[in-house]
């Protein structure tokens, strides 16, 4: 369920981690994972099945995404902004980026969207996942974009095999070589907080990592 401490802000559980209260009720855990995938379809996918207006970098009106799922699903006619930015202020994977009265997705689009993201401190290495049957040919000619407008890399070799058993129980882990990928002149940017973004990754950059320790899934099958 999703709270909010007087004293620590907005939390997902019983009671506030910091101080031990209870907090104030906000929603429960359906109303957050319902609320959670409307507003991720809206800024990563759909704003026009809302009726609602994305900026080129992202941006939507929280005050114009409050009114339009109101509209659209009645039962939840109790949303208000704080609802929405309390959602965004606790993603555990920092989907969300809410800047005065504005959110948008910080990655994940499938519509087109120029994101000014940091592009500093990114890591040495990051990874990426594929089938055992995409690897020689990713190896071979490169990452590109297949159903989201950039490569989405993870932070971790933990995180990308996570993100790729989505897809395949044994996902080969690609390691990205980031320093001589930005040497060469590749934007990188950091989007969530194991997610970094780019355009493509020349096969040079790539190579196979082997041995890779297994994770599991993320619980929702999604990022």
């Known amino acids: 369920m999703l709270k909010e ?3 620590h802000g907005y939390f997902r559980a019983e009671n506030c981690p910091v101080c031990g209260q209870p907090g104030r009720f906000l929603m429960n855990d359906r109303e957050l994972d319902h609320l959670g995938r409307v507003l991720t379809g809206i800024l990563r996918h759909f704003p026009d099945r ?3 207006t994305m900026d080129p970098n992202g941006w939507v009106s929280l005050p114009q995404i ?3 799922v109101s509209q659209k ?3 939840y006619h109790w949303l208000r902004v704080a609802h929405l930015v309390a959602i965004a202020e606790t993603d555990a994977k920092g989907r969300y980026e809410v800047r ?3 959110i948008r997705a910080t990655y994940g689009h499938t519509v087109e969207v120029t994101l000014d ?3 500093e ?3 040495e290495h990051l990874y990426y996942p594929v089938t055992p049957e995409e690897a020689a040919i990713v190896l071979e000619v490169g990452l590109r974009p297949s159903d989201r407008k950039r490569v989405h890399l993870s932070k971790t070799a933990e995180d990308a095999r996570a993100a790729g058993a989505v897809r395949t129980p044994e996902p080969v882990i690609l390691e990205v070589d980031t320093t001589g990928a930005r040497g060469a002149g590749i934007v990188i940017m950091q989007a969530g907080k194991t997610v970094y973004l780019t355009d493509a990754v020349p096969a040079e ?3 196979r990592l082997e041995g890779a320790p297994a994770a599991a899934a993320p619980p929702d099958g999604s990022d």
């Open 66 to 68: 409050v009114r339009a």
């Open 117 to 119: 993201l940091p592009t």
């Open 205 to 207: 950059f790539l190579r």
């Open 121 to 123: 401190n990114v890591p």
């Open 73 to 75: 699903h009645p039962a």
């Open 100 to 102: 005065d009265d504005r």
């Open 5 to 7: 401490c007087s004293q």
């Open 50 to 52: 809302y009726q609602l």
